[in-house]
């Protein structure tokens, strides 16, 4: 029986999107195996389901029996059926995607340039392109291949958020940060409220690198969640960087949490380490528990974490700031420094 090309493809990109799901929220299935499973159960079910309805059952479960083992098995055969078919630029994006979370930056790269020669005017395949570009870079920077890319996304879709940033990014590490702001600047009518502010605290720093005036300030209603918002500046120890080599894929997390409490985050934002010295607001949009929220709180212990590992988690090799414990409502931003020396 021959099977068609169609059936193949379907079959490995639910296989590898499961896959990714899994890879991605292993530390969550730690803590709560059973709704995590039900989600990816459910995905199953659903992409099957309509599968059904829409394609062909039997070349379905003659392929399922040779189903991949594993999220590298199901890549390899992604890979496999691409090079049969290659004219497909959405598998190259998944095939791409799948690599980057299996922490092959390089390989993501040069998978998504295959995407962008099959579809050269889709936006969001651009800026992904792009930000894998950056990614792969030993001093995750923007290189010209990426910044063309980034450019034309905004051609054609002008104030695109990601691009936008990303481009603003490649900026101020040129030593451009006027030029910065402004490229940010040009997004601030383009995003919602809560990320409007976090952006305006960019484009200050960038102006002040600059040597401009901060931007002046809007009167604006409050913002759900903002009820004991508290603004958290965030830097490394100037000793530290100066004797650390850092990984510049590393991350850093802002992390509020309960005084004595569980470890759980009651807020937390993810930031790259590109960004340093970064300010942020925390809310109770940044909070991952719908019933645990900033505003609920009197005091919190807020700290910052430069993870190695990308994973919000505690892991080996972690660096942090001195836990700080704040008195909700706070009068004046907290000031972190990851790498200080203890008294």
Known sequence: MVIPA????????????IGVLVWVLWPLWRARPWPLAAAVLALAVS????????????????????APQ????????????LERNPNQPEGWALLARSQAALGDAAGARDTYARAVQLAPDEPSLLVDAAESRAQADPQRRF?????????????????????GWFLGVWQRQSGQPAEAARTWESLLG??????????????????????????PSVAAPAAA???????????????FAARVRLRGDATVFVIARVPDGPPMPVAVERRSLQELP??????????????????????VEVFARLS???????????????????ALPADAPVELQIGAAGP
């Not at 590298?72 to 992604?78: I, K, N, P, S, T």
């Not at 969640?225 to 000793?239: M, Y």
Request: proline share 5%; net charge negative; glycine share 6%.
């Open 6 to 17: 169609g059936a193949v493809f379907a079959t490995l990109a639910t296989a590898v999107t």
């Open 70 to 81: 594993s999220l590298e098995d199901a890549v390899a055969q992604l890979r496999a059926e």
């Open 278 to 299: 970064l300010q942020v607001v925390l809310d109770d949009t940044d909070s991952p528990m719908p019933t645990q929220k900033l505003s609920a709180l009197q005091e």
């Open 308 to 326: 190695a590992s990308g994973q919000a988690n505690r892991g080996e090799g972690d660096i942090e700031s001195a836990p700080v414990r704040v």
């Open 190 to 215: 383009a995003v919602d409220a809560a990320t409007a502010r976090s952006l305006r605290e960019q484009i200050d720093l960038a102006r002040a690198e600059a040597g401009l005036s901060p931007l």
């Open 143 to 163: 290189d010209d291949q990426a910044v063309q890319w980034l450019k034309h996304a905004l051609q054609l879709q002008p104030g695109h958020p990601r691009a």
């Open 47 to 66: 992409v099957l389901a309509l599968y059904r309805v829409v394609g062909t059952p039997a070349a379905l479960e003659q392929t399922a029996r040779a």
């Open 225 to 239: 969640g903002s009820a004991n918002a508290l603004t958290v500046k965030v830097a490394l120890d100037p000793e």
